[in-house]
Structure formats: C-alpha cells, structure tokens
C-alpha cells in the first residue's frame, strides 16, 4: 500500500510517441481508472508502472521513492491481466500460491493465506482444478486472487470486467470494489469502457493521443465531458450545432441553433462569447418525448426506432439540421414521419466551444 | 456421412502411394527374410558384438546430436518466438536456408573444414596452437558435427510452434509475482515447452538414427551405423536377410522410443491438452 506518482513520464516506440508528458498523483488505496481509446496510451502507462517498460523520459514513483532502476519482479505490484495469463499447467491452487513459494514462506502460511483469498473471491473447492477446467468467471477470480495474495502495494487492473458476460460483469464490479476496499490497496484501472471506469473508480482518468484529456470524479466524467471528443466517448449520442446569444437572463442564456433558440445554464456556458459557434451536446436517456409545447421542447419527426429491451432508441429529424436520438423507456413502434416533441432539459444539456 | 467420405477420399492418394511404396515392401523384405532364414538374421545380430557395437554407436551419436541440437536451438528458437523486429521473416528464411543445399554438399563442406589439411586444422597450427594436425574428420565427433548442422533448422522450427504459442503475458504474470527471468524460465517457459522440446527431439532423434549420408561421408570407412551397415551388407556383403534384420531392428528400436517417450509424457501432455486458457 502505497502513493504512486508519475512525473513527466514520455514513452516513445521508434517514431511514435505513445505516453506524452503523462503527470499523475495516486492517493493511498485510491482506485483510479485510465479509460481511453485503442492505441491511447493506457496499456502502455500500466506496463511502466508494473516495470515491463522503461520510460523513455520522467520517473514513476512509488510511496515517494524513484522505481526506475527497479526491475518487475522486485516491484511486487499485482497485476491483473485482461486474458488472465493463468498458468495452464498449474492447479489453482498452484497459481495462487506462485508468488508466496517465490517468497519462501512456510508452507503452513501458504495454504492459510491461498485459502484465505481464495474465500474473498469466493472460489472454494476447485483448488485441485487445472484453468482450462474452470469457466471465464472463475478464471477471472483465480487470476485476481493470484494478484492480490502476496498483498502488492500496487495492484494494476487490466480491462477487469471486459470478457464477462452482464450478469457476472455486475456481480465482479462489486467484488472488485467490495475487496479494494478492503485491503485499501492503491489500484489502476485500464479500460476503454465507460461504465467499468465509472463504476469502479474513485477518479477516472481520460486519454487519447498519450494525453490526458480530462481527470474527475465518475460524476464529473459521466456528466460534464469537458469536450465534444470526451463526451462522444463517454456516450453522448446527440450533438447540435448553434450560436451562442447574449447575457444571461435568469442564468440561462439561449443558443440559435436552425433558426430555434434553445436554453442553456450559463455556468455551463461559462467562457463562450455571444454570437461564437457552439456546440449543444446531450444523451438520449435525458431527452423526453412529451406532448405539450413548452421551453426548450422541439417538434420533428420520427424517422427510425430500435427496441432496445428496456428502451427504445429513436431518430428524430426535422427539429435541427442534425438529426437528434432520444430514448422512451417503454416499447415504441416505428411509425415513419409521425410527428414527435422532444423535450431537451436544460439541466442536463452540454455546452461546448465549436473549434471546428 | 458425406463429409466424412469426402475426406476420406482426400486422404486417399497419400494413403495409396505409402501402401504400395513402403509397406508392401516392408512386408515383402520381412516375409521373404524369415522364409528363407528363419529368425536366423535377428538371433545373429543380438549375438554379434560387431553388431550391437554399431546399434549402440547410432543411439549414442543420435542422443549427443539430439541434445546438442536442442541445447543450442532453444535459445535461437525463443529469441525467434519473442522479437517483434521485422527481420524475423529472414531469420526464418536463414534457418531454412541449409534445407536448400542437400545434406551430400554440407557434408563435403564440413571436410574442408575438418580434414587434416583444412582450414581448422590450417589455422591452429598457423597460431601455433597445436603442432601436429588434429585428427578430426573420419571420427565420430565429425559425424555428430555434421548431424547437428543438419538437424537444428528442424529442432528450432519444433521450438518456435510452441514457443509462439506461450502467452507472452504468462511470463509478465511470473516477473510480477517475484519470479527472475531464471526462475520464471525454470518453473513458467521451460515446463510450457515441454510440447515442442519432445516433438523436436522426437523428429531429430529419429532423422539421426536413420541417418545415412552424414555418417557415410563424415565417418570414414571405420565408421559404422545401422543405415550405412544395410548399405554395406547389401553392397558388399549381399547379404539381403541381415540387411532386412537390421531395418527391422532399426524400425524397431525408434518405435520402442517414441513409445517410451509418449507413455512416460502422456500423463504431462494430457494436463497440459488445450492448456492455453482464455
């Protein structure tokens, strides 16, 4: 258990930069995630931090002291693999034990501490197993249990929940948290899923380019993307072109956007000028089919609906030039060219500058 | 069914040419050999010294090529496995490149080196080493020199299949829980090969025990083993009966090893069976 820092830290593969002037304070027992794109630069931060790779430039530091010069197998960081890496030709209970007989330990302790975290992850019984006997799920726990018994004092998650199908995926997020916690170990997240790095962490991080494009709390992620990129990413389904209008009245200030004048909270406004070009940018769960006129409310026309299960996704066109998709929680059948209203809640509306 | 028969139907001319190329005659050496001798040709070579002497020459030189080979292809053969450089495709095509000259120019190649007035030999004594030429060529050490050159391309290859199939992260999960690159070597890569170093030594070992030119060139006209002893007792001797006697015991003695070899690593190879998980 321990802080972890990342000064500075560049790594550079030939001619391709992919960690560029990456900066990152840990807290102890803090779970951060690293959520990006393919090719982002979150494999690779992980490899340096568990010593597979040396930076090209900066340092990384462990409960404040410089790791570089450390080689992997003396940094005794936990690593949780995302095809698990189990050893095929080792029994569970052999997996598990690896890194406590590499430790000499009596084997007394060994079979109490196996047994013991082999009960945290809820796997009894298969000790005798060999991995291609066990199902994804239970590999998955041998390969966390592996991780996490000789007590890293950093463990690194890569993509945990990714292979797994929904209902184990809620069933392993809450395990995962539940024993984080428990041992208070300082945790990395690696994911490229917006609801794993949400759910799991304490703080997610956001890259794209070997950069780091936003920190915040889950929160801060979820809701307030800091840009169109970001917001895409985390999920935002609608994105409408406009002009930013003048002061605000009563904190809201409007937005022309295909000649319709749409009302946004001027904190989220905050630092565009009136008359420059912006961006509106909203997710198709908070937007609302309702059936009387009112603020900020649209009339268009339905073009295409999928049902989803518990939603239904529409496509609406004809309110602006781009085309808008709210979601109805309830079954919808397609009826083309059906005229719909489309309430646009000012609360939950995004508001960017347009770069573009 | 229909699938089943057109496979069988694919296999058919391959099938057909080893049926009437190889075991026909196999048959035929066999029974014309006990018709006319008896068992006579087999009691003699298990009661001829001269004859066990040569069966235990070809063990000894096959074992020593074989260990050699996979000494020195392993360390070839992971280096292949783990580089991501893009000269990999012509590290291979190097490997390959001995099976483009046939083993009869390799072997006259390892004479100019080895004979008394080669270039080994030419050297020592130029740096003053040695003062009288080493007697290398006509020896055993020559035969197992040429063995080794020709049978290591076929080692690596066996190798490098398994080898690329070891998850790379395995080896990462070992450094990450404490294990050094011996340790993880020792208890994680080595025991996850196990399948390529038997199928390796295996094909080596068997390519060595029949092996004919090497011996014949390398060896001298002392030097003997089984191939170049059925050559000698049909050429020389036209003695066909011992000269069957001796394929025979040939065949024999590799299949007794491959068998021994798969019945002691069975239990091994069944756990490790589909062992890549995930």
Redo the contacts between chains.
């Keep these: 258990m321990a802080t972890l820092e990342l000064k500075n830290v560049t790594k550079i593969f030939g001619d391709f930069t992919a960690v560029k002037n990456f900066n990152l304070d840990v807290k102890d027992g803090e779970m951060i995630a690293l959520l990006g794109g393919s090719g982002c630069g979150k494999t690779t931060t992980l490899r340096m931090i568990a010593g597979f790779t040396e930076p090209t430039e900066g340092a990384i530091f462990v409960g404040g002291k410089d790791v570089g010069k450390i080689p992997p197998y003396k940094r005794n960081v936990g690593i949780f693999f995302q095809n698990y890496a189990l050893f095929p030709h080792m029994t569970v209970f052999e997996n598990v034990a690896f890194g406590l007989k590499l430790q000499k330990l009596p084997k007394a302790e060994i079979e109490q501490r196996v047994s013991e975290i082999l009960g945290m992850v809820k796997l009894f019984g298969l000790e005798k197993r060999y991995p291609r006997e066990l199902s994804g799920g239970q590999q998955q726990r041998v390969a966390l249990a592996r991780a996490l018994v000789t007590r890293p004092t950093i463990l690194l998650l890569d993509e945990p929940l990714s292979n797994l199908d929904a209902k184990l995926r809620v069933e392993m997020q809450v395990e995962i948290k539940r024993i984080q916690k428990e041992l208070g170990i300082t945790t990395i997240i690696v994911t490229h899923d917006h609801e794993e790095a949400v759910s799991l962490a304490d703080r997610v991080i956001v890259m794209n380019a070997g950069q780091i494009l936003q920190v915040g709390t889950p929160y801060e992620i979820f809701d307030h993307p800091n840009s169109t990129f970001i917001a895409d990413f985390m999920g935002f389904s609608t994105f409408i072109q406009g002009t930013m209008g003048g002061a605000a009245v009563e904190g809201k200030r409007p937005v022309t956007c295909s000649g319709k004048t749409i009302y946004v909270f001027a904190e989220a406004a905050e630092g565009i000028e009136p008359g420059s070009a912006c961006v509106l940018a909203l997710r198709s769960e908070h937007m609302e089919l309702v059936q009387e006129p009112g603020e900020n409310v649209v009339e268009g026309v339905m073009e295409a609906a999928t049902y989803k299960g518990h939603t239904t996704r529409l496509e609406v066109t004809g309110c602006f030039d781009e085309k808008i998709y709210p979601a109805a929680n309830e079954y919808i059948e397609l009826e083309a060219e059906k005229p719909v209203m489309v309430h646009l809640p000012v609360e939950r509306l995004c508001v960017y500058k347009n770069n573009a | 069914m229909d699938r089943k028969r057109r496979a069988f139907l694919l296999a058919l001319p391959a099938s057909l040419a080893l049926l009437i190329f190889f075991i026909v005659p196999m048959v035929y050496i066999l029974v014309k050999t006990i018709a006319t001798n008896g068992f006579q040709d087999f009691v003699d070579f298990f009661t001829d010294p001269f004859y066990l002497d040569i069966l235990w020459t070809t063990i000894r030189v096959s074992l020593i090529s074989t260990f050699v080979s996979l000494l020195l292809g392993y360390p070839t053969a992971y280096f292949m496995a783990r580089t991501k450089s893009r000269m990999k495709k012509v590290m291979i095509i190097i490997i390959l490149f001995p099976f483009l000259v046939s083993a009869v120019v390799r072997s006259y190649g390892w004479m100019v080196l080895l004979g008394t007035n080669g270039l080994i030999n030419q050297l020592l004594l130029g740096i003053g080493i040695i003062s009288e030429p080493l007697k290398m060529l006509n020896t055993e050490f020559a035969v197992i020199v040429g063995m080794i050159h020709l049978l290591i391309p076929y080692m690596v290859l066996a190798l490098l299949g398994v080898l690329q199939s070891i998850?790379p992260?395995?080896e990462?999960?070992?450094?990450?829980?404490?294990?050094?690159?011996l340790?993880?070597f020792a208890?994680?890569v080595f025991?996850?090969s196990t399948p390529g170093i038997i199928s390796g030594c295996v094909l080596v070992f068997t390519m060595s025990m029949t092996s004919y030119v090497t011996p014949k060139l390398l060896g001298g006209s002392k030097f003997r083993m089984m191939a170049t002893m059925v050559v000698q007792e049909i050429n020389v001797n036209f003695d066909w009966g011992a000269a069957a006697a001796i394929s025979y015991i040939l065949l024999a003695v590799i299949l007794v090893i491959q068998l021994l070899v798969t019945l002691s690593t069975a239990n091994y190879m069944k756990?490790?069976g589909?062992?890549?998980?995930?």
């Excluded at chain 2, 990462?172 to 690159?181: I, R």
């Excluded at chain 2, 589909?274 to 995930?278: D, E, L």
């Design positions: 998850d992260n395995v990462y999960a070992a450094y990450s829980l404490g294990a050094n690159p340790q993880t208890k994680v025991p996850l756990r490790m589909g062992g890549k998980n995930a």
